[in-house]
């Protein structure tokens, strides 16, 4: 083989397409949180299968769909980070419910709202994607109360 020469590799697969870089970037300031306080009712916020459960080395739900879609906001509240995180979440946004509540929604491919933005319940804010360390496209979900890390499925509505 020679240096730029081509191998044809019968039955083989292309390599894969390289992940986009991150478009927006992480917010520094301190941002207002909205008066208007979440529910407390959290919605699902995406469509697709469980494809990993809350444990205590996931404090989260990886909701998974091949063919991406819309992510929601599960509750009303103040976006507080918008933007491309190194620590391995990629593309993410942090949503600050007023309540004690915040959640996160990680490794997106696209972000549609911006720090300090107040968004409603059932809102679009992204699209689902596979940025950071992540194994193919889906939603890390996240919820937490105070600081302290929540199964999802305890107060997700059904």
């Known amino acids: ?74 509750d009303s509240g103040t976006v507080v980070v918008s933007g491309w995180e190194s620590n391995g979440y990629g593309n993410t946004i942090v949503v600050n419910h007023g309540n004690g509540y915040t959640t996160r929604y990680a490794h997106m491919s696209a972000l549609y709202v911006s720090a300090g933005q107040k968004v409603s319940k059932g809102n679009v804010i992204g699209a689902m994607g596979s940025t950071g360390r992540s194994s193919g496209v889906h939603l890390h979900f996240e919820v937490r109360r105070d600081g302290t890390v929540l199964n999802p499925l305890s107060i997700l509505s059904k």
């Open 1 to 74: 083989l020679k240096s730029g020469g081509v191998l044809i590799v019968p039955d083989g697969a292309p390599p894969a397409a390289p992940k986009p870089k991150p478009t927006q970037y992480l917010a520094k300031e301190n941002i207002p949180i909205a008066t208007d306080l979440g529910s407390g009712q959290f919605m699902w916020p995406a469509s697709g299968d469980l494809a990993q459960y809350f444990a205590w080395y996931h404090p989260a739900l990886d909701i998974s769909n091949l063919g991406g879609g819309p992510i929601r906001v599960s």
